[in-house]
Nanobody
Framework: QLQLVEAGGGLVQPGGSLRLSCAAS????????LGWFRQAPGKERERISC????????KYADSVNGRFTISRDNAKNTVYLQMDNLKSEDTGIYYC???????????????????????WGKGILVTVSS
């Protein structure tokens, strides 16, 4: 069964840190580009970061560049998002994605299928507030 399951969200004060993780199953993880999207209250979903299948390419939205770091562990089928110096505007639901969305941003997979399929996790809430 194909799954992307996010973990690590919660409430944090401004300036604090969180590390999100996304555990994947049901597809060949190591062939896929991966990424994180975010949807803030009342706003459209936006892309935050992505990493290519081989890990050699990473991308960041301007709003998080220098504060967030994406990484992956193919042995554990897990992608991470380290979030430092969090701001109130980072509040939102964070979604793990695999396949077409990261590929479209330049974080490509290793096969045609891995760049065409579109997989999403259910999302996890991050709240940055004092």
């Amino acid at each position: 069964q194909l799954q992307l399951v996010e973990a690590g969200g919660g409430l944090v004060q401004p300036g604090g840190s969180l590390r999100l993780s996304c555990a994947a199953s049901g597809f060949p993880f190591e062939y896929y580009g991966l990424g994180w999207f975010r949807q803030a209250p009342g706003k459209e979903r936006e892309r935050i970061s992505c990493i290519s299948a081989r890990g050699g390419t990473t991308k960041y939205a301007d709003s998080v560049n220098g504060r967030f770091t994406i990484s992956r562990d193919n042995a554990k089928n897990t992608v991470y998002l380290q979030m430092d110096n969090l701001k109130s505007e980072d509040t939102g639901i964070y979604y793990c994605v695999a396949g077409e969305r990261p590929a479209a941003w330049g974080c490509r997979g290793r096969t045609i299928d891995s760049n065409a399929m579109d997989y999403w996790g259910k999302g996890i809430l991050v709240t940055v507030s004092s």
